[in-house]
């Protein structure tokens, strides 16, 4: 059973930054692609980065220039750098596969940019 626990998340003004960590309990992560994602209120779920086992990275337009997505194959680890935070933002935010997702989902950890 594959399992990714968020953390990180928070309260920041807008223009500020947070730092995401996931780690997954999958003895297969440095061979996977991870991706992060976010859900707003009353919208679906969106893929913000993702990361190959390379290091090849990819990102949404509405992130790109301020979202850093990178990884620790050691650790287990995949995270978020997110700089310049707005209000459109605001989500709850989830890692998981990139391309392909594992059909269950961690418990996220909630972002909101507000001043």
């Known amino acids: 059973q594959v399992r990714f626990v968020e953390s990180g998340g928070g309260l920041v003004q807008p223009g500020g930054s947070l730092r995401l960590s996931c780690v997954v309990s999958?003895?297969?992560?440095?061979?996977?692609?991870m991706g992060w994602y976010r859900q707003a209120p009353g919208k679906q779920r969106e893929l913000v980065a993702e990361i190959t086992h390379g290091g090849t990275t990819n990102y949404a337009d509405s992130v790109k220039g301020r979202f850093t997505i990178s990884r620790n194959n050691a650790k287990n680890t995949v995270y978020l750098q997110m700089n310049s935070l707005k209000p459109e933002d605001t989500a709850v935010y989830y890692c998981n596969y990139g391309g392909t997702t594992w059909p269950s989902w961690g418990q996220g950890t909630q972002v909101t940019v507000s001043s």
């Open positions: 999958d003895s297969m992560f440095s061979i996977i692609a």
